[in-house]
C-alpha cells in the first residue's frame, strides 16, 4: 500500500520523460567526449531510468542524478556504443563499445538508403527492363535484413533489404504497384548498394488503387466507387460542456480513482509508469511500469522477394520515433488533451511530434444493471473509459495502441491494425499460392503479427506470486451425481520455468498475479487476473531460425523475477541478431517466482490470410487482452459511479 499525498503540481519526477532540452545537453555531453569522432549517428537518446526500488523508496522525489542513456553508431569503425552522462554532474559517466551488436535503424538510415537505390545503374537498369523510365516515381522500402547466416552476423556490417513499388503518378498510392522480383542491399555504414537481385519477369501491376475522395471516381482505380464517397451520414458530436474529467499534471494522469505517469521513449512509443488505484485514503499499486516490450511480423511467403520478410519492428526500428502526431475529430473524438513526443534526430538534437499521445474519454455502454421485475425498480450506470493512445506508421502498416482504463478498476490493451498490406505482384491469371489476389496483378502474402506486453506488476506492493487458473469439470461420482459440478483449481507458477504457458481458450485459462500479505476483507488474498483475448500461435517450423529470433512468441505468457536490465522481449539490440537473447535467456537463470517483484510478459497475434476487403487500405482489427481485479476489492468498485436523474 501507498499512503502518499498528491504529487507537487511541479512535475520533477525522477521518470518524467526527457525534455527537448535534456536531450540536447546530453547530446552535447556526448559530443564533447575525447571517444567521439565524426561523423557518429545518435540512434536513441533515451531517459535511464532510476531502480525501480530507488523511486519507490523516495516516493519520487528527484534522484540526486538525472541520467541519459545514448546509443551510438559509428560508420567509420563499424562500431555501436552505449555511453550514460549525467546531467546534473555534467558528465560522461560510462562509455561501453558493444561488439556483436546493431542498434535498431534510424529514420535518417531509411531516407539515405533509398537514395542509395535510386541512384544504382544496376537497378536503374532493371526498371528500365520494366517498362519505368521515370526512376523520380519510384517508392523504396527500405525493409530489415534479419539474419539467415554468418554473412548477416552483425560484426560483419550493417545492412538494409530495400524493395521497390512505382507511382502511376506523384499522388498516387505508392504501395498499388509492386516491383516483384527487384531486391537490393544497401551497406549502411558506407551508404553504397553492395548487391541487386534481378529475379524475375513479373509486369508491374497496371492499375492505381488509391483512396482519396476524388480518386473514388476515377473508373482507372481499384477500387471504384462511381458515386463518390456515400451520404447521409449525420453529425456525430462528443461534447463534454464542463471540460473533461480528468487532470493532467506534467505527465501525472488523474481519472476517477486511477493515477499514473505516462513517459514516452524514442523506442517503445508510450510508456505508462505507477499505476495505481485510490481506495479510500490509500493509493494502492497495481503495476509499476507497462509498455509494449516488441512486435514482429513473419511472413509466410516462400517466394525471394517476401521470404526475409520478418520484422520485429520495434527492436529493430524502434516505434516511438514512427509515431504520429494526432488530429481532432480524426484520430481521436471528443474532448481531447494531447501530449508531445520528445525523441532524438541523428545528429543528437531534439525533435519534438506534437500530439503524439491522445488523452480523452469514452462513454462504452452500461458500466452494471439490475431491474426488480418484481416493482420495476431499476439501477443503471453508464460506463465511461479513460483512453490513452498513440498510432505510428511503419512503413505500409498503421499499429494504434490504447491503454483503457475503466472505472470498475479494470485495464485494457488493444491494438488496432490498420494501413495497407505489404503486398506482391503476380503474372495475369496467376493464383496465389501463399496469399490471396486483392487486384489485377496484386497480391497480398499471408502473415502474422505478434505483440508482446511488458507488466511490471505491484498488485499492492512488490512481493507477488503467479498462479494459473484451469476451470476443470468433475467426475461424475457421490460428489457430482448429475455430472455438473467443476471447480476452478490455482495452480502456483513457483519459477521461471514453470510460468511459461500458452492460452487454452476453449478450457478459459487464465492467470493470477497475487499479494498473499494483503487480503480484502473475507480474508482472500489480493489479486489482478489477465484474462487473454483472442490469440494464435506461430506457423514457423521449430528449426526456423526466425523463430530463435522471436523466440518469445513460442509461449502467450512469460514471468520473470524484476531485473532493470530486463525491458525487451528480443532483448537490447535485436538487429541482424541470430537470437536467443531477449525471453529466453531471461528465464535460463529460473529464478524464485514466489512472493516475489515479478514482470509478466504476455504474447499476442493474429493470423492474417488477406481478404480482397483488406485493399487498398486494411479496415482496422482490434486485438488484446484485459487485466480485471479478482479480490482486489472488497466488492464492486463502480457502485458509487453517480447516474443520471433518469438512472436513479
Not at 498475479?513 to 506457423?539: E, H, W
Request: charged content about 20%; hydrophobic content about 40%.
Amino acid at each position: 500500500m501507498i499512503d502518499d499525498p498528491a504529487p507537487p503540481l511541479t512535475d520533477r519526477h525522477p521518470l518524467r520523460p526527457l525534455e527537448a532540452g535534456e536531450i540536447e545537453r546530453a547530446s552535447a555531453l556526448v559530443r564533447s567526449a575525447p571517444q567521439f569522432e565524426r561523423p557518429t549517428r545518435f540512434v536513441y537518446v533515451s531517459l535511464a531510468e532510476p531502480p525501480k526500488a530507488e523511486v519507490l523508496a523516495t516516493g519520487g522525489e528527484p534522484r540526486a542524478a538525472r541520467l541519459v542513456k545514448a546509443v551510438l553508431r559509428s560508420p567509420l569503425r563499424r562500431a555501436t556504443y552505449e555511453v550514460v552522462v549525467s546531467l546534473d554532474d555534467d558528465a560522461v559517466i560510462s562509455w561501453l563499445h558493444l561488439t556483436g551488436a546493431q542498434p535498431s535503424l534510424t529514420p535518417d538510415e531509411l531516407l539515405t538508403a533509398e537514395a542509395a537505390v535510386r541512384a544504382d545503374l544496376r537497378w536503374q537498369a532493371a526498371m528500365r527492363r520494366r517498362g519505368v523510365s521515370d526512376m523520380s516515381l519510384a517508392m523504396i522500402d527500405p525493409w530489415p535484413l534479419g539474419h539467415w547466416g554468418a554473412g548477416d552476423d552483425p560484426d560483419r556490417g550493417r545492412f538494409v533489404r530495400p524493395l521497390t513499388w512505382v507511382r502511376s503518378h506523384p499522388a498516387d498510392n505508392g504501395y498499388a504497384r509492386p516491383v516483384e522480383g527487384l531486391i537490393t542491399r544497401v551497406d549502411l555504414d558506407t551508404l553504397q548498394v553492395v548487391e541487386v537481385t534481378d529475379l524475375d519477369d513479373v509486369p508491374v501491376p497496371p492499375r492505381p488503387a488509391n483512396y482519396s475522395a476524388a480518386a473514388l471516381r476515377d473508373p482507372a482505380n481499384v477500387p471504384h466507387f462511381p458515386d463518390g464517397p456515400r451520404s447521409g451520414l449525420q453529425p456525430l458530436d462528443i461534447v463534454q460542456p464542463g471540460g473533461p474529467s480528468f487532470e493532467l499534471d506534467g505527465h501525472y494522469l488523474r481519472w476517477q480513482k486511477w493515477e499514473l505517469r505516462i513517459g514516452f521513449t524514442a523506442r517503445e512509443g508510450l510508456v505508462l509508469h505507477q499505476i495505481g488505484y485510490r481506495d479510500g485514503d490509500r493509493l494502492r499499486p497495481v503495476i509499476y511500469r507497462a509498455s509494449l516490450s516488441e512486435m514482429f511480423v513473419p511472413y509466410g511467403d516462400p517466394a525471394a522477394t517476401h521470404a526475409r520478410k520478418m520484422v520485429l519492428d520495434e527492436g529493430e526500428l524502434g516505434i516511438g520515433l514512427l509515431t504520429n502526431s494526432l488530429e481532432l475529430g480524426c484520430d481521436c473524438l471528443g474532448e481531447i488533451v494531447y501530449l508531445d513526443g520528445i525523441v532524438n534526430s541523428e545528429d543528437g538534437s531534439a525533435r519534438c511530434i506534437p500530439n503524439a499521445i491522445c488523452l480523452h474519454e469514452e462513454d462504452t455502454g452500461i458500466l452494471w444493471k439490475h431491474t426488480d421485475f418484481r416493482t420495476g425498480y431499476a439501477e443503471v450506470r453508464r460506463s465511461r473509459r479513460m483512453v490513452i493512445s498513440s498510432i505510428v506508421t511503419v512503413g505500409n502498416y498503421e499499429y494504434a495502441f490504447y491503454w483503457y482504463l475503466y472505472q470498475d478498476g479494470s485495464l485494457q490493451f488493444e491494438v488496432k491494425l490498420t494501413g495497407v498490406i505489404s503486398n506482391g505482384a503476380c503474372r495475369p491469371g496467376e493464383t496465389p499460392a501463399h496469399g490471396t489476389l486483392v487486384a489485377p496483378g496484386v497480391y497480398g502474402p499471408n502473415h502474422q503479427h505478434f505483440f508482446n506486453v511488458r507488466l511490471d506488476m505491484t498488485v499492492d506492493g512488490c512481493e507477488n506470486r503467479l498462479v494459473e487458473v484451469n476451470p476443470a469439470r468433475m467426475p461424475v461420482g457421490p460428489a457430482n451425481p448429475a455430472g455438473t459440478a467443476w471447480t476452478a483449481p490455482e495452480t502456483l507458477l513457483g519459477r521461471e520455468s514453470q510460468a511459461q504457458r500458452q492460452v487454452d481458450p476453449l478450457g478459459g485459462r487464465y492467470w493470477k498475479i497475487v499479494n498473499t500479505s494483503s487480503a480484502n476483507q473475507l480474508g482472500q488474498p489480493v489479486a489482478y487476473k489477465l484474462m487473454p483475448g483472442d490469440n494464435v500461435r506461430p506457423l514457423l517450423d521449430p528449426a526456423s531460425p526466425v523463430l530463435r529470433r522471436a523466440g518469445f512468441i513460442t509461449r502467450h505468457l512469460w514471468a520473470t523475477r524484476y531485473d532493470p536490465g530486463q525491458l525487451f522481449a528480443t532483448g537490447d539490440y535485436p538487429y541482424q541478431s541470430p537470437g536467443g537473447d531477449g525471453l529466453p535467456s531471461y528465464v535460463a537463470a529460473d529464478r524464485d517466482l514466489v512472493d516475489a517483484d515479478i514482470v509478466l510478459w504476455y504474447t499476442f497475434g493474429l493470423t492474417h490470410v488477406v481478404r480482397p476487403e483488406d485493399w487498398p487500405v486494411m479496415p482496422v482489427t482490434p486485438i488484446g487482452f484485459r487485466l480485471v481485479p479478482a479480490g482486489f476489492f472488497d466488492a464492486n468498485p463502480g457502485l458509487d459511479v453517480p447516474g443520471t436523474s433518469s438512472c436513479h
